[in-house]
């Protein structure tokens, strides 16, 4: 491969005999060993794209991996989440140095989950679309824990199969994303220099958007907008923002919102009307309502309340 190729597998059946390994023991849903992977890793870069959810714990040494847009190393252990689609791809290693990758990935066909209780819930799971470098990166007593949830999804379709084993195999996925939610929250919070950094970086471009009248040109920032200026992505960014302050992005910006209100309406002599238009408001009544939702008073009202 001497320029950059993109690999789609449709089945987890089409995988595995890509990356070298048996047939899965069952077509829809399989536990991988990294150390068993086969495919032809000096050859990069090179990207793979499944139709089937990942969940993946990898340590690769001096090597680098791109995630949608983001680039990082894996010299630490850490869990990352793929939905169908997404794109996954090693850029570069470096052959001198490099290991056989350690750690697992479970791979789950959509058709295993249908007409299970997880079919609905899993696309509740915001970490599915986090970027490589957002992470989870987990403790050693953590990885211990996930790593023996995933040991008991492959010893239970690799027993005989019952009308018991894709209850009991939902039960434990379900158990280890919740775990990981539960881990993520967690990592909010130890990873607060990040995490506030982040969070200035994020007030100062509010900061610059409001302040270059973009409100009454554009509306308020969309979610997206945002967080691809903030190179991270919009689940990530709302979850940290939940975590840190008990609001997601939308909430934020509108509590922002409200505050560059407040302060038109006590310092300026702008109506209503004007002070509406300059934050994005194509209708008055759509204003009044939020800031009422907000603040349980109408805009005269509050103005009223300073004279």
């Known amino acids: 491969m001497n320029n950059h190729q993109l690999f789609r597998f449709h089945t987890i059946t089409e995988y595995h005999r890509a990356a070298g390994l048996p047939n899965p023991a069952h077509p829809l849903i399989s536990l991988v060993h990294m150390d068993d ?26 090597a680098k991996f791109k995630y949608g847009q983001q680039a990082s190393d894996f010299d630490e252990g850490v869990l990352f989440f793929m939905s169908p689609g997404q ?16 750690g697992w990935m479970i791979l789950i066909h959509p058709d295993f989950l249908w007409n299970t209780s997880l079919a609905k819930t899993i696309k509740q799971y915001e970490f599915f679309n986090y970027s490589v470098y957002e992470a989870l990166y987990l403790s050693d007593k953590e990885e211990t824990m996930l790593t023996a ?5 492959e010893q239970e379709y690799n027993a005989n199969i019952d009308r018991f084993s894709q209850s009991v195999i939902i039960a434990q996925l379900e158990l280890l994303l919740t775990y990981s939610e539960r881990f993520y929250q967690r990592q909010f ?3 607060k220099i990040a995490s506030h950094e982040i969070l200035t970086k994020l007030e100062d471009l509010l900061a610059n958007y409001f302040d270059s009248g973009a409100l009454a040109q554009k509306g308020l920032p969309s979610v997206t907008y945002i967080a691809e200026n903030l190179n991270i992505s919009p689940g ?3 979850g940290l923002l939940k975590s840190l302050t008990g609001q997601n992005t939308q909430q934020h910006l509108h509590n922002k919102l409200i505050e560059l209100a407040k302060e038109k309406l006590s310092t300026t002599s702008l109506s209503v009307s004007e002070i509406a238009y300059e934050l994005g408001f194509e209708h008055l009544q759509s204003f009044s309502k939020l800031f009422k939702t907000k603040t349980s008073l109408s805009p005269m009202e509050f103005r009223h309340s300073f004279n």
């Open 87 to 102: 794109l996954f791809g090693i850029d570069a290693i470096d052959m001198t140095t490099a290991k056989r990758p350690e």
């Open 189 to 191: 919070i130890t990873r």
């Open 149 to 153: 949830i995933a040991h008991n999804i």
């Open 236 to 238: 990530y960014l709302s």
């Open 37 to 62: 992977i086969q495919l032809p890793i000096a050859e990069v870069p090179f990207s793979l794209v499944f139709d089937f959810y990942s969940i993946s714990l990898k340590k690769m040494h001096h």
